[in-house]
């Protein structure tokens, strides 16, 4: 077969679905990468993927998709693709389009989490609900990561064709292994963070809908340091974070304990030396970072969304808290960083729960099973 697999940008094809186009190539097809050009794709060429990079835009403008989908289109005629897998929001609606104009036979799609969410206002959601439906009536199959996307999609009928399947998220088991005390000590001190402090890690994209603006003001609260891995993308179009940020640097108690790390390669290293991890988004798909912190045995402080409630075990692996809410936040984070002894418990019970639940090699096994690649 020779399958193209699609997303937006550089950093979704290199960070999150290069093991998958991997895999794909080793089962014997062909794999062509196309996405946004960025530096991220010489990652993914080193690895013997070939890639196609087309603008591809992120925002919701009609007529930058419809360029986008004009441009993809002509390389997926030039390319004549068995498959096309397509993932992210915007992506997969002009992905889809594309491949319906150019005639790929089998058109499949990976949500990551719907762009819609309970806590988006009603006529804004039916929008972008009525455009998945849409773009639906041209797709064969349909993989969710959450069991709540799935049962959605089946129940609105967001596809034409009947393969309708939660396939969950996975990190490699083998690279997020829990650190030893020297490796925690090397790294606090890297870092200008106390042996003794606790430390809540934090790993995502700089904007707002990822719940920094109530973090930073909770951890006033909170007797605890503060490590941010992540910056915002160029593509990004979310509200930023700029005013939080001011807010932390104007206040010289709390920037001395929230340390902004930036884009990181070594993210096992530094869970690896985090006591508490928290992901107080308010919207994701399934996230990764959850499955991270749980392969490295941190308890985990999230908020109560589609896809981090289906990862973490409320009170068992972690604590759950609603969306937006400061004083619930400080709450719960302050509680487990007063408690090593929960702390301990949680994690061991995460870390058993990713390795059942979330190891990428079954994630990916069962993605080439129900494309019937193997």
């Known amino acids: 077969m020779k399958i193209c697999q699609l997303c937006a940008v550089d950093f979704t094809m290199a960070r999150l679905l290069l093991p998958l186009c991997i895999a794909m190539q ?27 990079p087309v603008t591809i835009e992120r925002s919701m403008n009609p007529a930058a998709a419809l360029r986008s989908a004009r441009a993809v289109t002509r390389v997926m005629r030039e390319e004549q693709f068995d498959i096309v897998h397509v993932h992210t929001p915007v992506a997969s609606l002009i992905g ?11 058109i499949a799609y990976t949500a990551h989490g719907f762009y819609f969410h309970e806590h988006m206002a009603w006529f804004r959601r039916n929008v972008f609900i ?8 041209v797709t064969h199959v349909l993989m969710t990561q959450s069991r709540e996307d ?41 870092l200008d963070t106390p042996e003794d402090a606790v430390v809540i890690m934090m790993v995502g994209r700089l904007v707002a809908e990822k719940g920094y603006p109530e973090l ?6 909170v007797d605890a340091h503060l490590w941010v891995a992540g910056a915002k993308l160029e593509s990004d179009h979310a509200d930023s974070v700029d005013a939080a940020l001011a807010a932390v640097a104007a206040d010289p108690g709390l920037s001395a304990r929230i340390h902004q790390l930036g884009e990181r390669d070594d993210v096992p290293d530094l869970l690896a030396a985090a006591d ?30 589609r896809g981090s409630r289906e990862e973490v075990v409320d009170g068992k692996t972690g604590l759950l808290v609603p969306v937006n809410q400061t004083d619930a936040l ?17 994690g061991a019970a995460g870390r058993e729960r990713a390795l059942d639940l979330y190891d990428e090699s079954r994630i990916i096994a069962r993605q080439l099973e129900i494309l019937k690649l193997t």
Do not use: Y
Request: hydrophobic share 50%.
């Open 276 to 305: 508490i991890f928290t992901l107080p988004s308010h919207r994701e798909g399934m996230p990764r970072s959850i499955i991270e912190a749980m392969m490295m045995a941190l308890p985990v402080v999230a908020t109560n969304i």
């Open 96 to 106: 889809r389009l594309a491949a319906w104009r150019a005639g790929v036979p089998l």
């Open 330 to 346: 400080a709450s719960a984070l302050s509680a487990l960083a007063a408690d090593p002894a929960r702390r301990t418990a949680m």
């Open 26 to 52: 080793e089962a014997g097809h062909e794999v062509v990468a196309i996405c946004s050009d960025g530096p991220l794709l010489e990652r993914v060429r080193a690895a013997g993927i070939r890639c196609r």
């Open 130 to 137: 009525a455009l998945e439906w849409l773009a639906g009536r």
């Open 150 to 190: 799935a049962a959605f999609a089946s129940s609105k009928r967001l596809i034409a064709g009947d393969v309708i399947e939660a396939i969950g998220n996975g990190v490699d088991a083998t690279r997020f292994l829990p650190g030893s005390n020297e490796q925690r000590t090397r790294t606090r001190r890297e």
């Open 216 to 221: 930073f003001a909770a951890m006033k609260k």
